[in-house]
């Protein structure tokens, strides 16, 4: 029997055409408030997978429009009530369900301050969409599944989309449009070869760089809601400072590499630590010694990136129903976490 958390993987090219097509209007608009407002810096505001996709969203902003993006606790204004100085900035809040009091109180916040405030969410009306001059319904549709899919996607579909038209780029504005195609290609690409691969560990690294690290952290994630396995997110910079003391043999590194700037970076990482005799799998024909994992080519590095989790997706869904565990309902968590 089908899972919901993979029916919903298979909607994503639905729901993204859906968006683009459905909410032009509404992304033009954003985009033109952000290019009147030609912020200095941008903050993002978001917990869980929707902070990850407000990660992937800080690489696209820093690279494309050159401007620096930092990610705001939500609890500077839930809990300890701090007044940021938010005049000159722009704010992006992402909430699927629209509705965790601590998100929805930094974004007012932020409004507040007057930073130009966009809100990314699946449920409009709704708390974060009341709080934001710029309220955007990702239209992701319903979303059974606890384990976030499509909504994250189409969270980072839609922040694409405003950047492409704030900024203007053309090379964005075409990649974006094309997304729903080359979903449609990711959805079908299968990373069975992992699982022969993680065996009976308890643990695993997954690595990434610049857009392909919030991949990561989305992916480390999912390994603990659905498979109650531990995975941690690093750079495959950064695990070079510490971290790759625990890597040996036998253990599984999951690399993600994009085709942009950082790929050899993140391949000569993934081609190391197979020298230790780790298990690693890497999303590159580059590599020498890590095994190849099959991935997408967008024709633009920032699509590129994101196109990697809709493999990743329908891999951790299986992997999950193959220990046993339903990735629909993981244990201990629900669908819209509140909290303050």
């Not at 800080?58 to 809990?79: D, F």
């Not at 990434?208 to 396995?229: D, H, V, W």
Request: charged share 20%; proline share 5%; glycine share 8%.
């Amino acid at each position: 029997m089908q899972t919901n958390m993979r029916r919903e993987i298979d909607e994503t090219p639905e729901a993204a055409a859906r968006l683009l097509d459905s909410s032009v209007d509404a992304l033009k608009a954003a985009g033109a408030a952000l290019r009147a407002k030609d912020p200095a810096f941008l903050v993002t505001i978001a917990r869980g997978s929707s902070d990850h996709a407000a990660l992937f969203l800080k690489y696209a902003i820093e690279l494309t429009a050159g401007r620096p993006v930092a990610s705001l606790g939500p609890s500077l204004a839930s809990i300890y009530g701090a007044n940021l100085k938010l005049g000159g900035a722009a704010a992006i809040a992402i909430s699927q369900s629209g509705k965790s009091p601590d998100i929805v109180a930094m974004a007012q916040s932020a409004t507040r301050a007057g930073a130009v405030s966009i809100a990314l969410t699946n449920t409009v009306p709704s708390p974060i969409a009341e709080a934001c001059t710029h309220p955007l319904d990702i239209l992701a549709g319903p979303e059974l599944a606890v384990a976030a899919t499509k909504s994250y996607v189409n969270s980072i579909v839609a922040g694409l989309a405003v950047l492409g038209e704030w900024t203007g780029d053309a090379a964005l504005k075409r990649a974006v449009a094309d997304l729903p195609n080359q979903f449609a290609k990711a959805v079908k690409l299968d990373w069975q070869d992992f699982a022969a691969d993680l065996g009976e560990a308890e643990s695993l690294y997954v690595l990434g760089r610049g857009p392909a690290l919030a991949i990561a952290s989305e992916a480390a994630l999912k390994f603990k809601e659905t498979s109650g396995m531990h995975a941690e997110a690093y750079s495959s910079a950064e695990v070079l400072h510490g971290p790759v003391a625990l890597v040996g043999a036998k253990f599984p590194v999951l690399a993600l590499a994009a085709r942009d700037a950082a790929e050899a970076s993140v391949v000569e990482s993934a081609d190391g630590m197979s020298t230790k005799g780790a298990v690693v799998h890497v999303t590159s024909a580059r590599a020498q010694k890590a095994k190849r994992l099959p991935f997408v080519e967008t024709g633009h590095p920032i699509t590129d990136a994101l196109t990697l989790i809709l493999p990743f997706y329908g891999f951790v869904e299986s992997w999950s129903r193959s220990r046993g565990l339903d990735p629909d309902a993981p244990a201990s968590l629900k669908k819209v976490t509140e909290t303050r």
